[in-house]
C-alpha cells in the first residue's frame, strides 16, 4: 500500500528558495577576489542565482549540462552553484591546483559546456582552452569594472553583464530528485581522477544529517565560514546545510593564510568553521605571534586529513574552541564519521576526552561501514582489530562518473572501499591507522604512519612529519621519518627527534632514521603526497640496511 504523502521531489534549488524565502534579511558576507568585502543577503543570493539559471537557459544548457567552476568561496560561486544545479545542470567543481594535464582530463572527460572561473584563474584557462575543445566559453565572475584581458579566452563573457537584463523573477523547474546535480573529481595521486556525481536527493539527504547535533549541529544562529574550498567536495556540503539552516555565511575568498582567516573570523564573529589540518596550522601560528584570541568561535571541524593530538589541545584548552574532527572522502560526499561524544562520555577527565576525541569520530544515520580483511572477511568491531574500512549509504557512490571499467572499489556489491584502514569500536567510532598503500609493514605486522606522524608533531620544534616505509632485507620494510622543523626549532637533531618519541610509541615502531627537509609534497587538497615523498626517497637506503 503506497502511503497518502506529498511526493516532491528533494531538489537542490528547495534549499535556496527556502534560505531566499525565510531567511531573506541574513546575511552572506565575502571577501571578494579584488579586495573589499561584499555583503548582501540569502534572498539577494536567490534572486541572482535564478537570474543566471535563465542566462544559462537561453545559452542553451540543458539538464544534465556540465559547467565547470574554477573559483573561490565567494557569493557568486555561491550563485553559480544553485544556478546551474537549480536547473538541472550539473555544477562540475575543478581543483584550480591540480597538474594541468589533471585539468585537462577533468574538464575534456566531464565535457564541460562552459567554465565559469575567477579573475585570478584567465591564465590557467588560458593555457587550458587549446586542449578543451568542446567548451563553448568562458564565464568571468566580475563586473565590467573588474574585467581582465580576456582577449585570449574563447568567447569571454563578464558574469554580471550576463546576469543583468535577466529577470529575478523565475520558478525553479522541478524533475526527478535523482538527477545528477554536481560533480567532483578526486585529486588521485595514481592515475587519472576519477568522478564523484552527486544526485539532488543525495545532497539533501547528506546536508540534514550535516546539520543535526550529533554531526556539525548547524543552526539559524551560527556564522558558519567553509574555509575549506568549495571545489574541495562542495566545501564538505556546508553551502548547502547553510542555506538548509540560513545562517550567516561568511565566504573567505582567496587569501587563506593565517592572518587572513583570523581576521574574517574575528571580524565576522564566525561561530563555525571547517577547514583541513594545514590551514589550521597557519592560523595558530598566526594566533601565536600576535597573542589572538578566538571568543566568537564555538566549533571548528577538522578533516580531510589526522587532525593531531597537539592542535586539538591548542584549540580547545587555549582558545576554547571545540574540535570536531571528522572523516570523509570525495566518494562520500564527504561526510562519514564526525567526533562528537555519546551521553556515556558525559564525565570524562580531560584526558580521557582527548583520547576519545582521536578518533576521527563516530559514524553517522545515514552511513554504515564494516572492515575487512585481506580475504574480505569482516572483522569484529572491537576498537583493536583492524583492516580496510568499507562504507555503504545513500550519500555515497554507487559507481564513478563515465568508467569504462567498474572500479575495484565497488567490487563487492553494495559496498565501497575507501582504502583507509581502520579500527572500529563497539560505539561506532573509527579510528585510521593509514591509507591501505601508505601501512608500514616490518615482520608481517602493520606500522601505522599516522600514529607515529601524529607523535612527532607534538614535538614543539616540528612543523610537519611523514612516515613512509623504506625497504629493509629483514624486516621488508622500515619506518623512515621525514621532518620539517619549525622556524624556531632549528636545532633539532635526530637523537632529539627520537627520544621524544620514545615511550609514547611502541619500541618496534621506532623509526630506523630521521631526515629533515625544508618543505613536504603536498596534493592538491593540502594533503601529504606520500607518493611524492617516497618517489623523493626512492634511491635513499636507511642506515639499519648499510649497517647490516
Ligand atoms: P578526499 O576525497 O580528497 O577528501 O580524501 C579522502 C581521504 O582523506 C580519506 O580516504 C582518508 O584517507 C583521508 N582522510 C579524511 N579525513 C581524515 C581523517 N580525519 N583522518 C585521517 N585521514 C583522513
Not at 134 to 155: E, Q, T
Request: glycine share 8%; aromatic share 8%; proline share 5%.
Amino acid at each position: 500500500m503506497l502511503a497518502k504523502m506529498m511526493d516532491r521531489p528533494l531538489l537542490i534549488s528547495s534549499l535556496i528558495a527556502h534560505a531566499g524565502k525565510w531567511h531573506s534579511d541574513q546575511e552572506i558576507v565575502t571577501k571578494t577576489v579584488e579586495g573589499p568585502i561584499h555583503r548582501y543577503t540569502w534572498s539577494d543570493a536567490e534572486k541572482r542565482a535564478k537570474k543566471f539559471a535563465q542566462a544559462l537557459l537561453k545559452k542553451g544548457i540543458k539538464q544534465g549540462d556540465r559547467i565547470g567552476t574554477i573559483a573561490w568561496n565567494t557569493y557568486r560561486h555561491l550563485e553559480a552553484y544553485y544556478g546551474i544545479s537549480g536547473i538541472g545542470a550539473v555544477t562540475h567543481t575543478i581543483n584550480p591546483r591540480l597538474f594541468p594535464e589533471q585539468l585537462e582530463y577533468v574538464v575534456n572527460h566531464a565535457d564541460d559546456q562552459f567554465l565559469v572561473i575567477d579573475t585570478t584563474f584567465v591564465g590557467l584557462v588560458e593555457a587550458l582552452l587549446p586542449k578543451a575543445p568542446n567548451v563553448k566559453g568562458v564565464i568571468v565572475l566580475a563586473n565590467k569594472a573588474n574585467m581582465p584581458d580576456v582577449s585570449k579566452l574563447r568567447n569571454p563573457i563578464c558574469y554580471e553583464d550576463l546576469i543583468a537584463s535577466e529577470s529575478d523573477e523565475f520558478a525553479w523547474p522541478q524533475f526527478d530528485d535523482n538527477s545528477a546535480a554536481a560533480l567532483c573529481y578526486t585529486s588521485g595521486t595514481t592515475g587519472n581522477p576519477k568522478g564523484a556525481l552527486y544526485a539532488h536527493k543525495s545532497t539533501i539527504i547528506h546536508a540534514l544529517a550535516q546539520i543535526a547535533p550529533d554531526c556539525m549541529g548547524l543552526s539559524s544562529r551560527d556564522t558558519v565560514m567553509p574555509v575549506v574550498p568549495m571545489f574541495h567536495v562542495n566545501a564538505w556540503g556546508t553551502p548547502y546545510a547553510a542555506a538548509a539552516t540560513g545562517c550567516k555565511l561568511v565566504l573567505p575568498g582567496r587569501h587563506l593564510d593565517g592572518r587572513s582567516i583570523y581576521d574574517l573570523l574575528t571580524s565576522e564573529k564566525v561561530s563555525f568553521t571547517a577547514a583541513v589540518p594545514t590551514i589550521w596550522m597557519m592560523l595558530l601560528a598566526h594566533m601565536q605571534e600576535i597573542d589572538g584570541n578566538l571568543n566568537d568561535l564555538e566549533r571548528v571541524v577538522i578533516g580531510g586529513s589526522a587532525c593531531p593530538r597537539a592542535m586539538m589541545e591548542t584549540f580547545q584548552n587555549k582558545y576554547g574552541v571545540q574540535v570536531l574532527h571528522a572523516w570523509g572522502m570525495t566518494e562520500m560526499s564527504p561526510l562519514g564519521t564526525v567526533n562528537t561524544p555519546k551521553m556515556k562520555h558525559n564525565g570524562l577527565g580531560e584526558v580521557e576526552r582527548m583520547d576519545l576525541q582521536q578518533s576521527a569520530g563516530r559514524v553517522l544515520y545515514g552511513v554504515d561501514m564494516k572492515i575487512v580483511d585481506e580475504d574480505g572477511n569482516t572483522l569484529p568491531n572491537d576498537g583493536k582489530a583492524t583492516g580496510e574500512l568499507k562504507v555503504t549509504g545513500p550519500w555515497i557512490i554507487s559507481d564513478y562518473f563515465n568508467l569504462a571499467e567498474r572500479a575495484e572499489a565497488h567490487a563487492e556489491d553494495g559496498w565501497f572501499s575507501t582504502g583507509d584502514v581502520c579500527a572500529i569500536d563497539p560505539d561506532g567510532y573509527i579510528w585510521i591507522t593509514d591509507r591501505l598503500k601508505d601501512v608500514i609493514k616490518s615482520g608481517g605486522e602493520w606500522i601505522s604512519s599516522i600514529d607515529l606522524e601524529n607523535v612527532a608533531v607534538g614535538h614543539p620544534k616540528v612543523a610537519e612529519a611523514a612516515a613512509i616505509g623504506m625497504p629493509h632485507p629483514k624486516w621488508d620494510e622500515r619506518p623512515l621519518l621525514v621532518v620539517v622543523k619549525t622556524q624556531s626549532g632549528q636545532d633539532l637533531d635526530k637523537q632529539q627527534m627520537l627520544d621524544f618519541l620514545e615511550g609514547k610509541i611502541a619500541k618496534w615502531w621506532t623509526p630506523d632514521d630521521v631526515v629533515f627537509v625544508d618543505e613536504l609534497p603536498h596534493t592538491a587538497t593540502g594533503k601529504l603526497s606520500k607518493l611524492q615523498l617516497r618517489e623523493r626517497f626512492k634511491d635513499y637506503v636507511l642506515p639499519t640496511v648499510t649497517a647490516g
